[in-house]
């Protein structure tokens, strides 16, 4: 063996027992989800305001489909709170 194949070998050793030590500190499985953030709550005064500016959006308008995903997002955020089941 050579003096620089040696010096790979203990480098890869050195790397190993780095990642070992490293991952014996994990608290937690990657498999735990994190916990779902707080939707923000409107008003009523608000709802009614963003809902007339809605309505006036021609048919078509990008921003319909991009509002329609937020509501489901905001539904999805809300279950995994625990506040709709």
């Known amino acids: 063996m ?4 040696r010096c ?12 070992l ?3 014996a500190c994990a608290t937690a499985g990657s ?3 994190a916990p779902c953030p707080p939707a923000v709550e409107y008003s009523h005064a608000e709802q009614v305001k963003a809902a007339d500016e809605i309505m ?10 991009w509002l329609s ?15 709709i089941h």
Do not use: C, K
Request: hydrophobic fraction near 55%.
């Open 8 to 19: 790979w070998r203990l480098l890869q050793v050195a790397l190993l027992i780095a990642m």
């Open 69 to 83: 995903e937020y509501a489901v997002m905001r539904d999805q955020s809300r279950r995994g709170a625990g506040r």
């Open 56 to 65: 006036a959006l021609p048919a078509d308008s990008v921003m319909v489909g």
């Open 21 to 23: 030590w490293l991952s």
């Open 31 to 33: 498999d735990v989800h």
């Open 2 to 5: 050579t003096f620089n194949a």
